[in-house]
């Protein structure tokens, strides 16, 4: 059986994306050290998505940490690199990471309906529909049962 | 106009193109950024600080992309098209001064890479373990990128800490810092408000000397939320550079990642001690304050460091020397936490992340007077520009070189793809900061007091000072001498 769930939130990035879903319970930024530039591979320690490749993925975390040379990484990676994830959606959206969305043209959604955290699984499909920055947006989850 | 900001004539004047394409270009990405974070003005910058580009021609060719995938923090190909406008300046007729951190190599000494590693940052041999050497494309880039800068009128700082003796801001001013340390410290010690900027809007508001008003502009992102007590022995015992690191980090835990007004503090911390023990902000917490009590001019009384809105019991915890000791274990990446019995071969000691002050470079060239660098073992003590040529010419410089050590400016290991060193190497460090920002790559950290640093690179094996054993037990079973034991002096580790 396939479950949906629909999420309204706010964008702080336009843009439309969809992808499978990773979710990480730790904060986590995009700097190069968090996340390869040259791979999209998560290497900050302790982080639930080590190992793991970010590309084309929706992220879904609770805020930024680290260096603010995130907004920059987060950008190479979705415009040069092309190691980037299709979309970010937080609790909150730090200011690092809106500066790296906006200019890596991908969307980024916060203060969703429900705790994205808990609410989205690892391995779920997930579209973002965010129009315009700081108006309503949506997100679609959509689960195999 | 695309966002319902105020601006002022001038700002207009930029964003309508009539002070040229990269005015006007980078005024447009800032408005653009400024209504995703709902700001309703700009403010006037006294100082950016971002990080160098690397400069090349074509970056798709996919050679050439896959270096700079691995060399590229992924700054530099936002500088393309500003560097092919023709009437691009950074904005500094009106008083914005626009500067770098330090990047991948000693820029006066980037000819010496082209031959055989020899122990020089960042080119060195580790024996029976590899070497690792600049990629000289990468290298003729950051000098073509650090040139072109020069030519817009950007600053040769090249350093974390320009606001030590370089552009010091004052209280009330407005800065542009992406250099977390350097923002933290703005804030804290010198009153001057900066975000720890997003780095893609330092590139922009260099140009325009204008940035929208949000986040630690504003009071309300200022504000404590917490309070933080250390005891009298954490305030009594504190010694050392990585002591310093160790409390701001367990500081920074106890905050939870909210702003902490800070209360019984030594009476004297100096600028070493102040900028290690404020550099836990990028890896520790998100906001670039910390109200110090005593230190934080903004911050005379609680009630201001709380911007007038302190609870009746505001949440309070207190910092003891078990927090200290606690974090020193959580940050020796070798396990088990180090004890004299756990000595552990180094390939790498250094200094100064953020960059080393002229105390930490003194304290340094005393520890290693008149000794001897083991073979194969790196010593590398990096700081800015000033400190460099006053350590030269007071004699700093000659003592560390002549023990086998080097120093240098203008760079840090920390802008050299670490991810790539050979295999296997450990490096041990003072620096809170680069323990957790390297904390994901290869290599395995080690982190200790200046005097337990130098006497590894001397014997080639880290062993902690004792005093560490001493503050680990319970009180009643700590015996005085610990205090005082020397630190071990052998040649070879006790255990692997």
Request: with cysteine.
């Amino acid at each position: 059986m396939e479950k949906k769930i629909v999420l309204t939130g706010i964008a702080r990035s336009k843009g439309k994306a969809a992808g499978e879903a990773m979710v990480n319970r730790q904060r986590i930024g995009w700097a190069f050290n968090h996340v390869g530039n040259e791979d999209g591979m998560v290497m900050a320690p302790g982080a639930d998505m080590k190992g793991k490749i970010v590309t084309g993925k929706i992220f879904v975390y609770p805020t930024t940490a680290g260096s603010t040379s995130g907004a920059f990484s987060l950008y190479y990676k979705c415009k040069v690199s092309h190691h980037g994830p299709a979309g970010l959606i937080c609790q909150e959206v730090h200011f690092i990471d809106i500066n790296g969305a906006i200019a890596g043209e991908i969307p980024a959604v916060d203060k969703l309906d429900q705790d994205p955290i808990t609410t989205i699984k690892t391995g779920d499909w997930v579209e973002i529909d965010a129009p315009e920055v700081g108006e309503k947006a949506t997100v679609t989850i959509t689960r195999k049962g | 106009m695309k966002a319902k900001m105020k601006l002022t004539t001038y700002q207009q004047e930029m964003l309508d193109g009539k002070h040229g394409e990269a005015k006007q270009f980078c005024m447009d990405k800032l408005l653009d950024f400024g209504k995703a974070v709902e700001a309703t003005e700009m403010v006037d910058l006294v100082l950016t600080l971002n990080c160098c580009p690397i400069y090349v021609k074509d970056r798709l060719e996919p050679k050439r992309l896959a270096k700079l995938n691995e060399y590229d923090l992924g700054h530099s190909p936002l500088y393309d098209p500003i560097f092919a406008m023709k009437d691009a300046h950074v904005h500094d007729e009106s008083g914005t001064e626009c500067g770098n951190d330090p990047y991948m190599c000693q820029l006066d000494k980037a000819g010496e890479i082209k031959g055989q590693p020899n122990g020089k940052p960042w080119n060195f041999e580790l024996p029976g373990k590899g070497s690792f050497r600049l990629d000289e494309e990468m290298v003729a880039g950051f000098k073509a990128g650090y040139d072109k800068l020069m030519e817009h009128g950007w600053l040769p700082w090249l350093s974390c800490n320009p606001y030590f003796n370089t552009r010091i801001p004052k209280m009330g001013e407005y800065a542009a810092s992406s250099e977390s340390s350097a923002a933290c410290y703005i804030n804290t010690i010198l009153g001057a408000r900066t975000n720890r900027e997003a780095a893609i809007n330092t590139v922009y508001c260099a140009y325009t000397g204008c940035l929208p008003k949000y986040g630690t502009h504003l009071d309300e992102y200022r504000a404590a939320k917490v309070i933080i007590e250390l005891t009298d022995e954490v305030r009594d015992n504190i010694k050392g550079m990585a002591d310093w690191g160790a409390l701001g980090a367990a500081i920074a835990e106890k905050a939870g990642n909210r702003i902490m007004a800070v209360l019984n503090l030594p009476k004297k911390m100096g600028p070493g001690a102040t900028k290690n023990l404020i550099s836990c902000a990028s890896p520790g917490m998100n906001d670039p304050m910390l109200h110090l009590m005593g230190y934080t001019p903004e911050s005379p009384t609680l009630e201001a460091a709380f911007k007038g809105k302190m609870p009746k019991n505001p949440e309070r915890y207190t910092v003891t020397m078990d927090d200290v000791v606690e974090m020193y274990h959580h940050l020796n990446a070798i396990e088990p936490a180090p004890g004299p019995e756990k000595a552990k071969p180094v390939d790498i000691v250094f200094f100064g992340c953020p960059h080393a002050t002229w105390d930490e470079v003194r304290e340094v060239a005393r520890l290693v007077k008149g000794k001897k660098v083991k073979k194969g073992v790196h010593l590398w003590v990096q700081t800015d520009t000033p400190t460099y040529f006053m350590a030269q010419h007071y004699g700093d410089t000659k003592t560390i070189e002549d023990a086998g050590g080097h120093i240098f400016h203008q760079t840090c290991i920390a802008m050299s793809p670490i991810r790539h060193y050979p295999k296997g190497t450990v490096i041990a460090t003072d620096s809170f900061k680069y323990v957790k920002l390297g904390g994901g790559f290869g290599p395995k950290w080690i982190y200790g007091n200046p005097e337990a640093l130098v006497n590894a690179a001397i014997t080639g094996v880290f062993t902690p000072t004792a005093r560490w054993d001493y503050w680990s037990k319970p009180r009643e079973k700590c015996l005085a001498s610990e205090k005082e034991r020397p630190l071990y002096q052998g040649e070879k580790p006790m255990v692997d």
